[in-house]
């Protein structure tokens, strides 16, 4: 039993002494480490903020890279993995996220004349718990 919560990311280690003592006074005493495991209470959070404004050339080549979105998750283990996706409506055929590096790449060429300007919506999720969603934007 703990008086208060426990949270790992503020301390991952205590340190506790048991004393057990009998009715005559005599007590002896235990160390005892507790290590805290983790549990997926943290989003996570994009870096530096949620917001991105990106430019690319309209004359830039298929699959070239747009910008790169990150977020950051302070569990540890899968309940830290991100996972980048675009996020509907803002699937877009002329734009793709990599699920591992974030980075955002063009799929098809561009035409200025014809759109100048692309608003995408990027989520990132820990893999356990669809905690984040974030806008990326993209021009
Ligand atoms: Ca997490
Ligand atoms: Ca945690």
Redesign the pocket.
């Known amino acids: 039993m703990t008086r208060r919560s426990l949270d790992?990311?503020t301390t991952r280690d205590h340190h506790v002494t048991v004393v057990a003592q009998d009715g005559g006074g005599l007590q002896c005493r235990s160390a005892v480490h507790i290590t805290l495991s983790?549990?997926?209470?943290?989003p996570p959070r994009f870096v530096p903020h949620p917001h991105y404004n990106g430019s690319v050339k309209e004359d830039a080549s298929v699959g070239s890279p747009v910008l790169r979105v990150a977020a950051i998750d302070?569990?540890?283990g899968i309940?830290r993995r991100v996972r980048y996706s675009l996020e509907p409506p803002h699937v877009s055929v002329m734009f793709a996220v990599d699920a591992v590096s974030g980075v955002i790449t063009l799929l098809q060429t561009l035409d200025r004349e014809h759109q100048d300007s692309y608003n995408l919506r990027v989520s990132a999720v820990d893999q356990v718990i669809r905690w984040s969603r974030r806008w990326a934007y993209v021009k």
């Open positions: 790992r990311e983790d549990v997926n209470d943290n302070p569990d540890v309940n």
